[in-house]
T-cell receptor, first 117, second 116 residues
Framework: DAGVTQSPTHLIKTRGQQVTLRCSPK?????VSWYQQALGQGPQFIFQ???????QRGNFPDRFSGHQFPNYSSELNVNALLLGDSALYLC????????????????FGDGTRLSIL | AQKITQTQPGMFVQEKEAVTLDCTYD???????LFWYKQPSSGEMIFLIY??????QNATEGRYSLNFQKARKSANLVISASQLGDSAMYFC?????????????FGRGTSLIVHP
């Protein structure tokens, strides 16, 4: 049973560039959330996708956008990269199908470490 | 105000001893969930234990237990019989209702080092 997989594992970009990160959820999960984790901090919620739509969004600018595909996989896109976007980007999946949300633990991938030069 | 506060940036414990990692939270919602995650140096966040706001008993999962004190808004993680592999960052998180969905908020984490 494959868990959450993210690609790539590491990425180096320069300021002003654009980046796309990818995530495949755990088998049986239909919801994907993205987090940004700066060094020495806890994860910060970016947004969540369910049924191919953005369901909830955290306090991140419009430079951060996403997409969910019919197979539940997801992409995170960041435009006009800034030095401050350097972080570990975590994808987490869970299932909303017929279950209460509040007690559903999220399953995380290993993350993509993004460095901006 | 911080929704999740973890006051211990770092903790040290001897192998086989018990350790308590502190977490306090802030919410006015009567319905919420509390989670603890472990993050090794590899980066993956590993779910450890969950406590619901209406649960009457403290949650336990193997060597992990959650000391839930609702009136004090405290949800401390207790790890019994520490092992070298327990060395990692530990994050407390809370889920409360926000705009129709439950969005989790994480604390800043506690670094645990287990000495042989």
């Amino acid at each position: 049973d494959a868990g959450v997989t993210q690609s790539p594992t590491h990425l180096i970009k320069t300021r002003g560039q654009q980046v796309t990160l990818r995530c495949s959820p755990k088998s049986g999960h239909d919801t994907v959330s993205w987090y940004q984790q700066a060094l020495g901090q806890g994860p910060q919620f970016i947004f969540q996708y369910y049924e191919e739509e953005e369901r909830q969004r955290g306090n991140f600018p419009d430079r951060f956008s996403g997409h969910q595909f019919p197979n539940y996989s997801s992409e995170l896109n960041v435009n006009a990269l800034l030095l401050g976007d350097s972080a570990l980007y975590l994808c987490a999946s869970s299932s909303l199908r017929g279950q209460g949300e509040i007690n559903q633990p999220q399953h995380f991938g290993d993350g993509t470490r993004l460095s901006i030069l | 105000a911080q929704k999740i506060t973890q006051t211990q940036p770092g903790m040290f414990v001897q192998e086989k001893e018990a350790v308590t990692l502190d977490c306090t939270y802030d919410t006015s919602d009567p319905s919420y969930g509390l989670f603890w995650y472990k993050q090794p140096s590899s980066g993956e966040m590993i779910f450890l234990i969950y406590q619901g706001s209406y649960d009457q008993q403290n949650a336990t999962e193997g060597r992990y237990s959650l000391n839930f004190q609702k009136a004090r808004k405290s949800a401390n993680l207790v790890i019994s019989a520490s092992q070298l592999g327990d060395s990692a960052m530990y994050f407390c998180a809370m889920r409360e209702r926000s705009g129709g969905s439950y969005i989790p908020t994480f604390g800043r984490g506690t670094s645990l080092i287990v000495h042989p």
